[in-house]
Structures are given as C-alpha cells and as structure tokens.
C-alpha cells in the first residue's frame, strides 16, 4: 500500500508543480518545448523498469504472479509500450476535437491537464475491475481476446474517409441537454456567466467529449495490456506512464501524423498479437522477451515504412 500511496503523490505532485509552475501562464507549447517534455517522460518511463526491478526484488510490493524481477520489469515496459502505441489514435481524435471547437492553441495544454485526471481515475477503475473479472473468472480472458481481434480486424477495414465528428457526437448532443453551452471563450476559463446563466465554454466541451473518448480507447488498450500481465501495479503504472507522456506527445506530433500513416498497420499488428496470446495462453506460453520484441519491432516498422514513403512521395 505504501507503495501505491508514494506512487499516486509523485504523480500529483508533479501534475501540481506542472499547472502551478511549469505552465502557470498559458503559451502555445512550441515543437521544441514538447519534444523536450516527450523525452523526458520517455526517458522516465524506461528508467522506471529499474525501479520495478528493484521494488520486485525486495519484495516491496504484492506480486500476485509471482513474478521475477527481471520478468516484472518486461512486462512493465512491454504495457508501457503497448499503450504508447495505442495512445497515436488517441492524439489524432484529440486533434480534431479541438479543431471543431476551435480552442486556441495556448488553452489546450490546460484540457489536457484536466484530462490526465480524469483518465487516471476512470483507467485506475476500469483496470480494477477487468484484474477482479481476469482472477475471478478466467474465461472473460478468451472474451477480452476476441475483442481485440475484432477490433484489429475493423481497424483494417475500416475507411480513411469515415472521420469522427465531435459536434455530431452523442456525447455533445448530450451535454447540450444537461447544460447550456457557448461558443465564446473566455480565457482559460471551463463555464462563464451570461445574464445570470451559467454556460460551458468550449473549453469544457472538449474536456468532455476527450475524456469519453479516453474511455473509449480504454477498451481497447486496457484488455491488451492485460493479455501481457494481470498485475494490477505493473498494468496501471504503464498506463499512468503512457497517460502522462500524451500531452507532449501531442504536441509533438499532432502536426506530423500524416507522415506516420503505416503505424495504423502497427497497432492492427499489435491488437492482433496480444487478441491471439489472449485466446491461446491456456496452450502455449509465451516467454516475455518475444511480447516486448514482436510490439517494438511492430513500432519501428510502421515508423520507417511511413518515413520511406513519405520520402518516395516527396522525390
């Protein structure tokens, strides 16, 4: 437990001294500032294997699996990484939300911000219960891995030209009943009062409908990192590593997406690797360094294919 305790205060405390110090004035986060930001959270999240090992080698935290330190390290980075991978769709929704609401670019780190929060809790339940349902009822595994297979199977069929429209979206049509909303931005304020009337500005609206389509991606990349381990530490620290690494991310590569185009062909790879170690882990066993290869080669594929092509275009 102190282990968890000392966890979740590192990652708010560091949240905190990033609204209230880091970013307390709001700028547009130029390329340089993100790419700095996306390594160090890069660079943290692979040093944070080492404290795996060592929390694992002395037995600092419960370890359900029994696993080795060595292993339990793999596996964190093998999560990590399968998150990370998951997180690009996840950035080019977030892209086009704040397009159709037109949020200014020095307000969208502060949506952001809010966003981490809500995705920590609403992944820390949605983590809890798919570990209770794994332990206590071993068949939702074969479940979790049909799901992944047919998820990867729609990505690839799925057409380019079918885009998501927030301002058609249940979720804004929704929202539009419970409460009055704006379109005039004031600030960086989320509500402001019009002739006694509190509305939403689009600052709101955007956090909203993120944080639904967080959920969203959550069904997808939560039951895959569980197809890797079962430990709920392990699967909720990569998940909060990769969370936090998607605000510089985003800024980092939401202009650039569309020269990665081959890494959709990645993660429909990589859905189907962890959907097929789902459905066959009660006959074959697969050691944790070919999990963590078969995802990072899967990357670096999608990645120097969409670079080589994009060069051949340009030539």
């Known amino acids: 437990m102190i282990v968890w305790i000392s966890f979740l205060a590192a990652i708010f405390l560091f949240l905190a001294l990033d609204l ?30 080492g404290i795996i090992y ?5 037995n600092y935290i419960s370890n359900p699996d029994n696993l080795k330190p060595a292993a339990a ?27 159709a609401f037109k949020i200014p670019q020095k307000y969208q780190h502060r949506v952001l911000f809010w966003g981490i929060l809500g995705a920590i809790l609403f992944r820390g339940l949605m983590i ?12 939702t595994t074969y479940i979790f891995g049909v799901f992944l297979i047919f998820t990867a199977v729609k990505m690839l ?15 804004y049509k929704t929202l539009r009943k419970i409460v009055p909303i704006t379109t005039h931005i004031d600030g960086e304020h989320f509500f402001v009062k019009r002739r ?4 939403a500005t689009p600052l709101f609206v955007a956090l909203i409908v993120i944080e639904v389509m967080d959920v969203v991606f959550a069904l997808d990349s939560v039951p895959a990192i569980l197809a890797i381990t079962s430990d709920p530490f392990l699967v909720f620290s990569s998940n909060i590593f990769a969370i936090l690494g998607l605000r510089s991310m985003y800024f980092f590569l939401s202009h650039m997406l569309e020269r990665f185009s081959y890494l959709e062909y990645s993660l429909i790879a990589i859905l189907s ?21 078969f995802i990072a080669l899967s990357l670096l594929i999608g990645i120097l294919v969409s670079l080589k092509r994009n060069k051949e275009d340009t030539v």
């Open 20 to 49: 209230g110090v880091f970013n307390k004035t709001p700028h547009i986060i130029s390329t340089k500032e993100a790419s700095k930001w996306t390594a160090i959270w890069v660079t943290l999240s692979f040093l944070f294997s």
């Open 196 to 199: 006694h009337i509190t509305a």
């Open 157 to 171: 069929f799925t057409k380019e030209d079918e885009k998501f429209e927030p301002r058609k979206s249940f979720v």
């Open 73 to 99: 390290s793999i596996k964190y980075l093998t999560g990590y990484l399968i998150e990370l991978s998951l997180s690009v769709d996840n950035i080019f929704v977030i892209a086009i939300i704040f397009s």
């Open 128 to 139: 809890y219960f798919g570990v209770l349902l794994i332990h206590k009822f071993i068949w």
């Open 54 to 58: 060592w929390l694992y080698s002395n």
């Open 273 to 293: 690797f962890v959907g097929i170690k789902m459905l066959l882990h009660d006959f074959i066993d697969f050691p944790e360094w070919i999990s963590l290869t």
